[in-house]
């Protein structure tokens, strides 16, 4: 999953090494911060939030079962 972040986040950013993705995991709930430049931060969130949303859609698709996947996107600054 950690992998497939980083790959959208660097096919859709001008400096795709400002991007820091950090992965928590509690039993069945893996958290995901992926924190990028101000600048960049609407470009990866979307037109109100639309592809934010499919991000994790997709995330949560791939996830095994009874596994539940959540994305956070921040500002690094």
Excluded: N, T
Aim: charged share 30%; proline share 6%; glycine share 6%.
């Amino acid at each position: 999953m950690r992998a497939f972040l980083e790959f959208i986040a660097q096919a859709m950013l001008d400096d795709p090494s400002a991007v820091q993705i950090k992965e928590i995991r509690r039993g069945p709930v893996v958290k995901y911060f992926m924190k990028v430049p101000q600048a960049e931060l609407g470009r990866l969130i979307g037109r109100d939030g639309h592809l934010a949303e499919a991000m994790r859609q997709v995330m949560r698709a791939a996830a095994p079962p009874r596994r539940k996947v959540d994305l956070r996107i921040e500002s690094l600054d």
